[in-house]
């Protein structure tokens, strides 16, 4: 293969796609013509590449899956979250000084479950549920103890008020931010349909598999005036009064679950543990980037990297069986699979999502307004590497493309080179985002 005269270009190649381990295999062309007089004034066609073919990234996100791509993945994740906090990517600096929070929400219990670092459960009495498992436990467990999370008692735990949980939690929140606003209104006396014309309110979350797989959502949260981040918030438009807001709405919304025959109708909400607190400009407070770096690093990780669930969706029962995960995240599966099979739970889709135990929502959502999105931030990193097959469009051009997918992943030996290149660039690449996203402290 080195002797190739084919060898530097299909080096070159692999490296411009920063040695992604799963790249997309395209062949066309793209040519870019006067619109007046038709004449090419640029044209790239992959019959002279190598294999006739141009390899890009796969952009998964997932670091079990493509550790480069789920690397850059997280560096614009970082790019983005901070941009929404401090500016920058075409968001005004001014941003900084608006009310801004971050906020966790988590899911309510659904069972006692042992715990990390303290005196697990301790009781004195001795008890044991009706099942005959103690109700204590009393070790005190390292945190990656693999009991840690793993409920005392399985048949006490409600593993289909947590799957269902899970399936709702993005509605949940939907309801939480629509409920932020109006509380927001009301506490200044503004009829609850007029906030828009007051005041905009922006996030960006993520959501975390905790040991006990269910999940955590992290949020920022800002608040603008309504033309969004170039303009000032109302003067009641505090944190502090955000903060209420935000405590008043995680106790109070609800969503109810279709009703079932087996299960009843269940009413959802937040768990008691909520935490806001505001970011301060004055960096009196936790520091944007540490958010923005935090934020990133969940974006990386699936229900799989977590122990929460496995890399690809079940599609039988013994897939669920053979899945590596522990008992108690296999009955999670199990409860998303059977009731799945329940036409009243058809909308849910828990069977595609037993592999995440009902959670459907992405890993990163944001609002329009919160900041730049990840489409902007490729554009932006195509451009300032000419990509071959991508061009901006130029006034008075017409662009013609002609691509089609026509396989992807590596032969062994390139999958080798591949790797190499990959851990050349998380060398070189952006250390300091690296270092924040993989160890949320600033390299010094
Ligand atoms: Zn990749
Ligand atoms: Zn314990
Ligand atoms: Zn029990």
């Known amino acids: 293969m080195v002797q190739d005269p084919n060898f530097p270009r299909w080096l070159e190649q692999i490296a411009g796609t920063g040695g992604c381990a799963n790249p997309v295999h395209l062949s066309g062309s793209t040519s870019t013509l006067d619109a007046v007089t038709g004449e090419i004034l640029h044209h790239y066609d992959t019959r002279t590449e190598p294999n006739e073919r141009l390899l890009v990234r796969c952009r998964n996100r997932r670091a079990t899956v493509c550790a480069p791509c789920s690397r850059l993945h997280a560096g614009d994740t970082f790019h983005l979250v901070r941009a929404g906090l401090l500016g920058g990517k075409n968001v005004p600096a001014t941003v900084r000084n608006r009310p801004r929070l971050f906020v966790t929400l988590t899911a309510p219990s659904f069972g006692p479950v042992h715990r990390a670092g303290e005196l697990c459960r301790p009781r004195r009495d001795g008890g044991r549920c009706e099942h005959g498992c103690p109700l204590s436990c009393g070790t005190v467990h390292t945190p990656d103890a693999s009991v840690v999370g793993q409920p005392l008692c399985p048949d006490c735990y409600d593993y289909m008020g947590h799957v269902l949980w899970h399936a709702h939690a993005s509605k949940l929140w939907d309801r939480f931010v629509i409920d932020v606003r109006r509380r927001l209104a009301s506490s200044v006396g503004l009829v609850q349909s007029r906030f828009a014309q007051h005041a905009r309110l922006s996030f960006a979350r993520v959501a975390e598999y905790q040991k006990r797989a269910a999940v955590h959502v992290h949020a920022v949260v800002r608040l603008d005036g309504p033309a969004g981040p170039e303009d000032e918030p109302p003067s009641w438009g505090t944190a502090d009064r955000l903060i209420d807001a935000v405590h008043a709405s995680a106790r109070r919304v609800v969503v109810n679950t279709p009703y079932s025959l087996a299960v009843g109708e269940l009413a959802l909400r937040w768990g008691s543990q909520v935490d806001a607190r505001p970011l301060r400009a004055d960096s009196d407070g936790p520091d944007d980037d540490a958010v923005a770096a935090y934020v990133a690093k969940y974006v990386t990780k699936g229900a799989s990297e977590t122990g929460a669930g496995i890399d690809h969706r079940a599609t039988t029962w013994d897939d669920i069986d053979a899945a590596p995960v522990s008992e108690h995240v296999r009955t999670l599966m199990r409860v998303c699979w059977r009731l799945g099979g329940l036409p009243e739970y058809e909308p849910l889709h828990l069977r595609t999502w037993a592999h995440t135990l009902g959670y459907r ?55 080798l080179i591949a790797a190499g290149i990959a851990e050349d660039v998380a060398r070189n690449r952006e250390a300091v985002v690296d270092e924040w996203v993989s160890h949320g402290r600033r390299s010094a």
Do not use: C, F, N
């Open 361 to 415: 929502g992405h890993i990163l959502t944001k609002s329009r307004a919160y900041s730049t999105t990840y489409a902007a931030l490729r554009a932006e990193r195509a451009h300032h590497m000419g990509h071959g097959g991508v061009q901006d469009e130029v006034p008075g051009t017409v662009t013609d493309r002609h691509w089609r997918y026509v396989g992807s992943g590596h032969t062994p030996g390139a999958a």
